[in-house]
């Protein structure tokens, strides 16, 4: 009928939950594929989407066949140091561990060889499962073995996976590309982004934010909608005006009270209200060089035009510290007592 009303949709029951959490792990499964033969996520609806389940079931099966399936100890395990997923929301590992005690394991987690951890294995996908796990008490969990990665490799394969899935954000980009930068995983940001086929750009705004306290960029990577833009802006902030203003912003952004754009004008309000920058730094007039006998830099003199006379060493030992320093001061006592002394005299 034209006029009838619409139902508000159920809560969800335990046994839609159970389900919500089987559909959950069947995507681990389709991400883990698409990761490990190339292929895109499935298309979930009408009769294309009931081949594209009945294919992914089938290359399962023949990945099992290839794969050995065994059973680790939790103890044996350890998360991939380069997990691309920084952030998990725990109300979904405690919904996961419901669904594992009632049907059991039927997807195992991927598990490597790494030469960080010898004797261990190196999860590189099922972290949610393994702590899952780890939350009912059980103390092994069905794994399928790969070949030996690398740290590069781990990197690039787990994110892989949660990019399939939809799963990984832009601030589990930002924590992770710090950390696998920081560790020399990559050697650089630019071969970070064609290693991912990302923009410069892209990169290097996301390891931007990396730099905003890591209890924003949680409670940011929990609210939809909220992305690069809202976090590159609300580091802005924290640059131009502290951590208390910027989380002052960042409540009107997760109550949905502050768009990019209302961001951007508040971060040109403050750049107009900031104190006006320090003059120009003085330029000397004069500078020598020090190298040592080898060639090695080891200081310069400097003289600037506003009087100052600077020297600076480095690399010196304690004893030859001491040494220059006797000289200087000798020899600095003699001008001035000369300089200054005819200057006086002058005056008289």
């Given at each position: 009928?034209?006029n009838?009303e619409?139902?508000?949709?159920p809560?969800?029951g335990?046994?839609?939950?159970?389900r919500?959490?089987?559909?959950?792990?069947?995507?681990d499964?389709?991400?883990?594929?698409?990761a490990t033969t190339g292929?895109?996520?499935p298309n979930?609806s009408?009769?294309?989407?009931l081949?594209?389940?009945?294919?992914?079931?089938?290359s399962h099966?023949n990945?099992?066949n290839?794969?050995p399936r065994?059973?680790?100890?939790l103890e044996e395990?350890?998360?991939?140091?380069f997990?691309p997923?920084e952030f998990?929301?725990?109300?979904?590992i405690?919904?996961?561990a419901?669904?594992?005690?009632?049907?059991g394991?039927?997807?195992?987690?991927?598990?490597?060889k790494?030469s960080?951890?010898?004797g261990?294995y190196?999860?590189?996908?099922g972290?949610?499962r393994?702590r899952?796990?780890?939350s009912l008490?059980e103390?092994?969990?069905?794994c399928?073995l790969?070949e030996?990665?690398?740290?590069?490799e781990?990197y690039?394969r787990a994110?892989?996976?949660?990019?399939?899935?939809?799963?990984?954000?832009?601030?589990?980009?930002?924590?992770?590309?710090e950390?696998?930068l920081?560790?020399?995983?990559f050697?650089s940001?630019?071969?970070?982004a064609e290693?991912?086929?990302?923009?410069?750009s892209?990169?290097?705004?996301t390891?931007?934010?990396?730099k905003?306290?890591k209890?924003?960029l949680?409670?940011m990577?929990?609210?939809?909608?909220v992305?690069?833009?809202?976090?590159?802006?609300?580091?802005?902030?924290i640059?131009?005006a502290g951590?208390?203003?910027?989380?002052?912003i960042?409540?009107?952004?997760?109550a949905?009270?502050?768009?990019?754009r209302?961001?951007?004008?508040?971060?040109k309000?403050?750049?107009s209200t900031?104190?006006p920058?320090a003059?120009?730094?003085?330029?000397?007039?004069g500078?020598?060089?020090?190298?040592?006998?080898d060639?090695?830099?080891?200081?310069a003199?400097?003289?600037?035009r506003?009087?100052r006379?600077?020297?600076?060493l480095?690399?010196?030992s304690?004893?030859?510290?001491a040494?220059i320093?006797?000289?200087?001061e000798t020899?600095?006592?003699?001008f001035?007592a000369?300089?200054?002394?005819?200057?006086?005299e002058?005056?008289d």
């Amino acid at each position: 009928m034209a006029n009838k009303e619409k139902l508000g949709a159920p809560k969800l029951g335990l046994g839609a939950s159970i389900r919500k959490g089987m559909a959950s792990e069947k995507l681990d499964v389709d991400g883990r594929l698409s990761a490990t033969t190339g292929e895109s996520s499935p298309n979930r609806s009408g009769s294309d989407g009931l081949a594209a389940l009945h294919s992914v079931a089938s290359s399962h099966a023949n990945i099992s066949n290839i794969l050995p399936r065994l059973q680790v100890a939790l103890e044996e395990l350890v998360s991939n140091p380069f997990n691309p997923r920084e952030f998990y929301n725990s109300s979904d590992i405690d919904e996961l561990a419901v669904l594992l005690r009632r049907e059991g394991q039927h997807v195992p987690i991927v598990v490597t060889k790494n030469s960080r951890f010898p004797g261990k294995y190196v999860i590189v996908d099922g972290e949610r499962r393994f702590r899952a796990k780890k939350s009912l008490g059980e103390t092994t969990i069905d794994c399928e073995l790969v070949e030996e990665l690398t740290d590069q490799e781990l990197y690039i394969r787990a994110s892989s996976i949660n990019r399939n899935r939809a799963e990984q954000t832009v601030f589990d980009d930002a924590v992770a590309w710090e950390r696998v930068l920081a560790q020399a995983v990559f050697e650089s940001q630019d071969a970070l982004a064609e290693s991912l086929g990302l923009t410069k750009s892209t990169v290097s705004k996301t390891l931007h934010i990396a730099k905003i306290p890591k209890a924003f960029l949680e409670r940011m990577a929990a609210k939809e909608g909220v992305g690069l833009a809202h976090a590159y802006n609300i580091k802005l902030i924290i640059d131009k005006a502290g951590n208390a203003a910027a989380e002052r912003i960042l409540e009107l952004v997760l109550a949905g009270e502050m768009s990019v754009r209302r961001l951007e004008e508040h971060v040109k309000k403050l750049d107009s209200t900031s104190p006006p920058r320090a003059g120009k730094k003085t330029h000397y007039s004069g500078n020598v060089p020090f190298q040592a006998p080898d060639g090695r830099e080891i200081g310069a003199l400097k003289q600037y035009r506003d009087g100052r006379t600077e020297l600076k060493l480095s690399g010196l030992s304690e004893q030859q510290q001491a040494l220059i320093v006797g000289k200087l001061e000798t020899v600095v006592r003699e001008f001035v007592a000369s300089e200054f002394s005819t200057a006086l005299e002058k005056q008289d």
